[in-house]
């Protein structure tokens, strides 16, 4: 791998993922619609443009080696209010993205899934790859929809490609927009001494990530040679809305002013995965315990809000 | 179940399902681009339309208690052409009916998926339902999509669905149009004494069902009160191209003219379901043996033929 493109490349994974490229000596591509924090993308050439515009993307992949696709417009929550919209602004540019990988020399393309909403109502927990996908929000099934093109794309055409199936990534650049990023919202909203609002008991499950150790994961991911295209990405932990606001009460040593609301259908109560697969192929572990991860997060929210 | 919409109604499904329908003394009104035999739709109300144009759509819906979900434009071999507009012409459409139905007095949905593309390289064979779904065409994509709005739609909403994922159907009625439909395909070119053109070596395994006992599994999917969704319809035998054509040529007495292309990477080389679940739930059970439909669609074709 000499030259990549990370599509997001503005956004929370993404600047995350092309500083670390950059670190590692790799010509670096971003291309997304906007970036918060230009500044975090120094020594990447920045290439502003819209997903659904296959001309701008086109011109993005030109010969780079890696594409790395971390692009999905919406939220698990808009998406499922509008299903047709996620469809035309994820699935139908994505599809559109393998024709031009396939027709581009071939690179390799990565691609950022959902472990948190592709397998829905989980048939057990933790969750292997090899389970059943019965996502309860339309986000989830875009990206099962993406993975079974690029199934399709290497059946057909040979396509080179890896899926991560993310959990739930936390760490610095993660802002919350449109209630997405539980850290990030109550972290942000603490340091303004503003109120937090939570959807549920407190008592749902989730897989937390820090970002560090998923790009870690991308980075193996677009040098593995295994036979293996899909990989679950997470702490392999569960962890309860309510531990991570009690334990980030601790770190900021401070009380949190937490408005809850009524659970949502689109939330899985437990999500949690299994990492067996990753760890025994791509060789990967995540090195950064919740707390550190916490942390860090909470020291870069400070730094750069004050 | 009073009166029911069979979306596709002018297809070889369509018609076979309308005709029971009419026969159990339902209420049916049939729906689709055209009917090559109009006739057989004696007692059915037709409406012509297209599945893209919502309105039409809706308006055949009305108040009926049951929509038969049988139209796919394309075939697999289409679909895998042209991916995009296989999503334009039938995911998108199917996800406006489920919207459609959901403000609609909710009747059932029953959805015709696909057993022969939706688990593609089966890890089994025979494969069951809980097989994970790896397709090797668009056409499995789509269907396995529609399948999981499906599903999200129940979880949001409480839509009532069943999902039936039918093997290789034959008998009357069908007819070859764009290389779908591999015995009628053989029959209608023997009887005019055409050669028949086959892809593989014809070792590929199939499971063939005869359209009656799919039919059946149709209605009794409809009335189905378990909590099961989605059930394998097929034979759950599988019998190679080379056997069905031996068989063929047996029944007609006559020695056919194949003509052997090279195989296609769209056509998995086996496909047998097993049918324990519609058995167990449904207590559905196929009744005609394979010869006996071969003689029937042999029948209807030299009635119809000649």
């Known amino acids: 791998m000499q030259s990549c493109l990370v599509l997001g490349g503005g956004g929370f994974l993404g600047?995350?993922?092309?500083?670390?490229?950059?670190?590692?000596?790799?010509?670096?591509?971003?291309?997304?619609?906007?970036?918060?924090?230009?500044?975090?993308?120094?020594?990447?050439?920045?290439?502003?443009?819209?997903?659904?515009?296959?001309?701008?993307?086109?011109?993005?992949?030109?010969?780079?080696?890696?594409?790395?696709?971390?692009?999905?417009?919406?939220?698990?929550?808009?998406a499922t209010l509008d299903m047709t919209g996620d469809i035309r602004h994820n699935l139908?540019?994505?599809?559109?993205?393998?024709?031009?990988?396939?027709?581009?020399?071939?690179?390799?393309?990565?691609?950022v899934s959902s472990g948190g909403t592709i397998y829905g109502r989980a048939e057990r927990i933790p969750t292997p790859e090899t389970?059943?996908?019965?996502?309860?929000?339309?986000?989830?099934?875009?990206?099962?929809?993406?993975?079974?093109?690029?199934?399709?794309?290497?059946?057909?055409?040979?396509?080179?490609?890896?899926?991560?199936?993310?959990?739930?990534?936390?760490?610095?650049?993660?802002?919350?927009?449109?209630?997405?990023g539980l850290i990030a919202a109550i972290?942000?909203?603490?340091?303004?001494?503003?109120?937090?609002?939570i959807w549920g008991d407190g008592k749902a499950i989730r897989d937390f990530i820090f970002v560090d150790d998923a790009i870690e994961a991308l980075l193996l991911a677009a040098l593995d040679q295994s036979n293996q295209r899909v990989f679950?990405?997470?702490?392999?932990?569960?962890?309860?809305?309510?531990?991570?606001?009690?334990?980030?009460?601790?770190?900021?040593?401070?009380?949190?002013?937490?408005h809850w609301n009524a659970g949502r259908p689109i939330d899985v109560p437990r999500s949690v995965v299994t990492i067996d697969?990753?760890?025994d192929v791509l060789r990967w572990l995540p090195k950064t315990s919740f707390e550190a991860g916490l942390e860090r997060t909470i020291d870069w929210w400070r730094s750069f809000a004050l």
């Open 92 to 111: 139908l540019p994505s599809l559109a993205l393998l024709e031009m990988v396939r027709t581009a020399g071939a690179p390799r393309i990565v691609f």
């Open 131 to 180: 389970s059943l996908a019965n996502p309860i929000t339309a986000y989830g099934i875009t990206k099962l929809a993406i993975e079974k093109y690029l199934g399709l794309y290497e059946h057909l055409y040979g396509l080179d490609y890896r899926v991560l199936r993310l959990t739930n990534p936390f760490g610095p650049y993660q802002v919350p927009v449109k209630n997405q």
């Open 15 to 78: 600047i995350n993922l092309c500083h670390r490229l950059v670190a590692a000596g790799f010509r670096v591509r971003a291309f997304g619609r906007g970036c918060l924090f230009p500044a975090a993308l120094e020594g990447v050439e920045w290439q502003r443009g819209d997903f659904s515009d296959a001309g701008s993307v086109a011109d993005a992949i030109g010969s780079v080696d890696v594409v790395f696709h971390l692009i999905h417009n919406g939220t698990p929550q808009s």
């Open 232 to 258: 679950n990405i997470g702490s392999g932990q569960g962890r309860s809305v309510k531990d991570v606001i009690a334990l980030i009460e601790h770190v900021m040593n401070q009380r949190l002013d937490i």
């Open 277 to 279: 697969r990753a760890r």
């Open 187 to 197: 972290i942000s909203r603490a340091l303004r001494g503003e109120s937090i609002e």
